[in-house]
């Protein structure tokens, strides 16, 4: 998701409000080879007004190219988020990665989505674990222990996850996304989002 430093300077443009995952599936479907832009309204939970959940705004836009960018508060009960065509060669992250696996399974994913994402997509192969990564899940036994025996499409989320941020300014960040996880997995726990197996949770999760 952007988080530029331009944020205020951007201009919210044509606003269309789904309230369901089927009224953005249809809009997308007519629209998106001849729109550059939409900012799609999303209501507060606790407001009981219908509207599509960002995992099922997520999901559309990759079947069909598109991608997700900044949000906006318009309203003290609901906010726009700008979504756009995918640039070519724009990252691709690991939960979306899966996302489309998923999709693909369901039958969900169009031709102008697998263009968009060209070779990026790839397929599920045992991901490669950094040597610092690895040397601290191999510290604890009970964590490298768990960690050999956690589903390859939970390894792969989050070897992506702690590698994601890059450069020295963001060492910090690494390292805490990395004690994260090898104190739950030293518990067997795992967290985060798993497309793959339908659970999509943002608390600990403990088979």
Known sequence: MFRGPNLARVE?????????????????????????????????????????????LVEECLCFGWI????????????????????????????????????EREGRMTDPGRAALGEQVGAP???????????????????????????????????GWITEPKGPSRQGERDRRLAHLVARTAEGRRYGTEPLRGVLYEVDHTE
């Not at 726009?80 to 999709?103: A, D, G, M, Y």
């Not at 991901?127 to 768990?146: I, T, Y």
């Not at 960690?147 to 989050?158: E, I, V």
């Open 12 to 56: 919210i443009g044509t606003i269309f409000y789904p309230p369901d995952r089927q009224a953005w599936h249809t809009w997308l479907d007519a629209n998106h080879a001849t729109e550059d832009e939409i900012w799609v309204k999303r209501y507060l939970k606790a407001t009981g007004v219908p509207t599509i959940s960002y995992d099922d």
């Open 125 to 159: 192969e045992e991901p490669e674990l950094p040597d610092w990564m690895e040397a601290a899940l191999r510290a604890d036994a009970q964590a490298w222990d768990h960690w050999t025996q956690f589903p390859l499409f939970y390894r792969r989320l989050k070897v």
């Open 68 to 103: 997700d960018g900044v949000i906006k508060k318009t309203e003290p009960e609901s906010n726009v988020q700008r979504v756009t065509p995918r640039r070519k060669h724009s990252f691709l992250s690991e939960l979306n990665r899966q996302r489309v696996w998923k999709l």
